[in-house]
């Protein structure tokens, strides 16, 4: 129990020297605005290179994403159809199209597919 003990608190203070020590040296020391300026071959830029990022573009990848994950974890049930019991793979695969269908239901309520506003 004392070797535990021991252990866990060895391990905590190295992994808290690390991190201090990772902190203290990624600190940048001189904030130029030369050197936050983006580099386009020596010249001054045309425009800024930080442009607004279109926040409902951003969702629909999101959901696009979670989507696509829920299909490729759809694909297989049908084959373990043949090797599980049919009423629990029938509960299951239910229950799991059940939570698709709400969570396309609360993004539809939502707005978030309304590509009008």
């Known amino acids: 129990m004392f070797s535990l003990f021991t252990m866990a608190t060895l ?3 190295i992994s808290s020297i690390v991190m201090m020590l990772a902190s203290y040296l990624s600190k940048k020391t001189m904030a130029d605005r030369e050197k936050c300026s983006p580099f386009e071959c020596g010249f001054d830029p045309k425009s800024s290179s930080r442009l607004p990022f279109s926040l409902r ?20 049930m049908v084959m373990i159809m043949n090797y599980s019991h049919i009423y ?3 509960s299951t ?6 939570i698709l269908l709400i969570g396309l239901y ?7 597919l309304n590509w009008s506003s």
């Open 57 to 76: 573009f951003f969702l629909i990848a999101i959901i696009f994403l979670i989507f696509d994950v829920e299909i490729a974890l759809i694909l297989p």
């Open 88 to 90: 629990i793979w029938l």
């Open 106 to 112: 609360h993004e539809w309520n939502q707005g978030a």
């Open 11 to 13: 391990i905590l203070l």
């Open 93 to 98: 695969s239910i229950f799991f199209i059940v």
